[in-house]
């Protein structure tokens, strides 16, 4: 529909126009010109790229750059895109200090206004090679970011600290790097040592892109395991610890990792590495990361992860995960995640594969490596599916668009996670994927499961790893109806755009129920353990975070009717100071009481009484077995042979 303007207001507007146009109206300011798009050609020379991380006390790397060039200008780009990521990661504003020299005159640089990733200067006629020098400053503290470097540890990431020029493929630009760690330390990567001296070590000449792809770990206090020593290439975990008996680990755990390697390649049949390196970070201080890469993965859990086995069942998915990622994200890749350099953005859409599958099957391999019991496997789907089962969110925000949520939040906190929703892709993703499972094994009589669609889709090439093999939506269509044939477009568009109820099909396919009792799983405790958080989603509605503040409010749940927010802090409940302990007996008292709770909570510097009449008693969740159906979940976790 069209908006008729009556005849008088087109004349009083034209000459409105007439006066615009003679006091000479603003126009857009021109943008800079656009930096030189990335090409499938060989950046002449090599770059020099020397890094001193040895000042682990102040978390400062110290990088000195020497790139060939030719006369005219230049753009160096800063790294902004991280693989794995999926988001603009790269940390600009930790590059300080950064002075161009050739031939030791200095070269001025001016940084481009709109992509501040991008410096443009002028290399002097004559001269053949810059010498660039800066630092990349990390966090010194978490509120500036992750922590990279302890006195004990540190985690080199070779995207913070490279510049590299514009107008070519990472894989075409060739880079000679070397590092220098603090005395006595020991490291490990993916790179190979081309020469050692002192606490300095060369690596062999490598692509930009697969540099960046071998982060390095170093450390003091260090362990490394062979886990297939008859394998087909060398598979290792290097632990690295912030003290030294934390490295201790009995037989039987490290058997649980090597079945993880068995299993993996039971269920992929193939590998994408020509050796591959777990780098496993043990650490109370060091920051978290679960970052994928071909032939190594960055991971760092907590302090105990061996020595207080029992406690952390919680933790042992991520190896699986990782380790999952070498064949599916990095080496099978979502065509619009492939970016021919680290600035060029990266697009997220088929992230319920790359991710959700990934967490389907770093949960499957967890438990048919003997990383977790079943009971903890079972116990772990249960909180899964409790927790989309309390996802007010998806009524407006739909699977498919959670992928955008890399960029859109990049996992800053934000106040109603359930209604915002997150990186839903992971956990969704992986109820999507036990439902195809399901489905595929239902519909050939247990014949067929997903681990033939990923027999399929990830062995392709078996022991390639340098040239990633992008895939599309209609690829793992194909590649589905090939395993089974059904409408695996219709199915994966239903779920992925879906605003209907609780994605629990694969659950119930699988011969389990999802119930509820006023007792945790012990699986269920131990995480609110390790993570340091009490977990009253499903009754009243919060979550309890570090100095009993809330961390989570379940939107339309019950405490923000009551008006609670994150980071209301819980000071009593029902008049004695609040312990989560003593809320779960006042919670089981109340299931028979008509008063409500009472809690004084605090906000700032205010006080204020809050009722909640709450009267169903704490809410736990579980998975019941169902008889009537085959136990194909069962079936999906136990260990291949
Ligand atoms: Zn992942």
């Keep these: 529909m069209r908006l008729r303007v009556p005849a008088l ?86 590059l300080a200090g950064l002075i161009i020299r050739a031939d030791g005159k200095r070269v001025e640089w001016t940084r481009d206004t709109v992509d501040t990733y991008a410096f443009h200067l002028t290399v002097p006629a004559g001269v053949r090679s810059l010498d660039l020098e800066f630092q990349f400053l990390s966090a010194t503290d978490d509120a500036q970011g992750r922590i990279v470097a302890t006195p004990e540890m540190l985690n080199l990431q070779w995207l913070s600290v490279v510049l590299y020029p514009a107008g070519y493929f990472a894989r075409q ?67 690295f610890a912030d003290r030294a008996d934390l490295l201790e680990a009995k037989p039987e755990y490290l058997d649980a990792h090597r079945a993880l390697v068995t299993q993996a390649y039971r269920l992929f049949n193939s590998h994408h590495y020509d ?62 995640l492939w970016t021919p350099n680290f600035n060029v953005p990266m697009r997220d859409s088929l992230l319920w594969v790359y991710e959700g599958q990934t967490q389907y099957w770093g949960y499957v391999l967890a438990a048919r490596s003997g990383l977790v019991t079943k009971q903890q496997a079972l116990d772990q789907l249960a909180y899964t599916a409790a927790i989309f089962s309390h996802r007010p969110g998806r009524e407006w925000k739909s699977l498919q668009d959670t992928t955008n949520d ?131 989603t499903f009754s009243l509605g919060f979550n309890v975070g570090r100095e009993n503040k809330l961390s989570d409010v379940l939107w339309g749940g019950r405490a923000q009717a009551a008006g609670l927010t994150v980071g209301t802090q819980l000071i009593a409940v029902n008049g004695e100071a609040y312990e ?27 006080y204020s009484t809050v009722r909640i009449d709450y009267h169903d008693g704490p809410r736990y969740p579980h998975l019941t077995r169902d008889e009537a159906v085959p136990a194909r979940l069962d079936q999906i976790l136990a260990p291949r042979q």
């Design 9 to 94: 207001w087109l004349f009083a507007g034209s000459v409105l126009l007439a006066m615009a146009a003679g006091a000479a109206a603003q126009t857009p300011a021109p943008m800079p010109a656009a930096i030189a798009e990335p090409q499938d050609r060989p950046y002449p020379g090599v770059i020099r790229l020397a890094v001193d991380a040895s000042d682990v006390a102040r978390h400062i790397f110290r990088v000195r750059e020497t790139i060939p060039v030719e006369s005219g200008a230049l753009t160096l780009l800063y790294p902004k895109w991280g693989p794995g990521n999926h988001a603009p990661v790269g940390r600009i504003d930790s």
């Design 173 to 239: 630009i060739t880079v000679e790097p070397s590092v220098q760690l603090p005395d006595e330390w020991q490291f490990a990567t993916a790179l190979e040592i081309e020469s050692t001296a002192g606490a300095t070590t060369a690596f062999k000449q490598v692509s930009l892109e697969v540099l960046i792809d071998s982060p390095m770990f170093a450390g003091r206090h260090v362990k490394r395991v062979d886990l297939d020593p008859s394998g087909p290439v060398p598979v290792r975990l290097n632990v």
């Design 275 to 336: 050796h591959y390196d777990f780098l496993l970070a043990l650490s109370d201080r060091l920051g978290f990361i679960g970052l994928e890469h071909h032939r190594s993965s960055e991971n760092a859990t907590v302090a105990t992860y061996f020595t207080e086995w029992d406690k952390n069942p919680g933790a042992r998915e991520l190896l699986p995960h990782e380790f999952t990622h070498s064949w599916n994200g990095k080496f099978r890749r979502p065509a619009d």
């Design 406 to 536: 890399p960029i859109v939040t990049a996992r800053r906190p934000i106040p109603w996670r359930s209604w915002q929703r997150g990186e839903d892709y992971y956990a969704e993703g992986e109820l999507v994927w036990i439902d195809a499972d399901t489905i595929i094994r239902e519909l050939s009589n247990g014949q067929k499961s997903l681990d033939d669609f990923a027999r399929a889709f990830f062995s392709v090439d078996d022991g390639e790893w340098l040239t990633p093999k992008t895939y599309m939506f209609e690829d793992v269509v194909a590649a589905l109806n090939a395993v089974q044939p059904y409408d695996w477009a219709a199915f994966l568009r239903a779920r992925l755009d879906a605003h209907d109820g609780p994605p629990l099909d694969g659950v119930a396919r699988g011969g389990y129920k999802l119930t509820y009792t006023d007792t945790a799983s012990d699986y269920f405790k131990k995480l609110e353990a390790q993570r340091k958080y009490a977990d009253f």
């Design 580 to 606: 989560k302990d003593r809320l779960i007996a006042l919670m089981k008292a109340a299931k028979t009481d008509n008063a409500p709770l009472e809690f004084i909570v605090k906000n700032g510097s205010r």
